[in-house]
Nanobody, 123 residues
């Protein structure tokens, strides 16, 4: 069973930055597709960014040029650097992992999910 533990969420003002982290408990981390999703109250889950085992990345349109996804395979850790934050970025952010399927932001069928970390941006 793979466990994912997110951290780094919090409350910041618009224009600020946050860095989320996600530690995965799997020996096969290096071959996994990793992703960040988010969900605001009353909204559908949204794919934020993905990174595959080659470290190829993909971003949702709403976060391009502001967010950066990265992974450290030596530490089994996934990161999301979020800059120029906006109030509309407020949501619960989830880390996800899968070994199958397409590693894209429009695919939410990830097998393993973290518990989420709250990000709140004030104007």
């Amino acid at each position: 069973q793979v466990q994912l533990v997110e951290s780094g969420g919090g409350s910041v003002q618009a224009g600020g930055s946050l860095r989320l982290s996600c530690v995965a408990s799997t020996r096969a981390y290096n071959s996994a597709c990793m992703a960040w999703f988010r969900q605001a109250p009353g909204e559908e889950r949204e794919g934020v960014a993905t990174i595959d085992f080659r470290k190829t990345t993909m971003y949702g349109d709403s976060v391009k040029d502001r967010f950066t996804i990265s992974r450290d395979n030596n530490k089994n850790t996934l990161y999301l650097q979020m800059n120029s934050l906006k109030p509309e970025d407020t949501a619960m952010y989830y880390c996800a992992l899968d070994f199958w399927g397409t590693c894209t932001t429009d695919n939410s069928n990830f097998r393993y999910w973290g518990q989420g970390t709250q990000v709140t941006i004030s104007s």
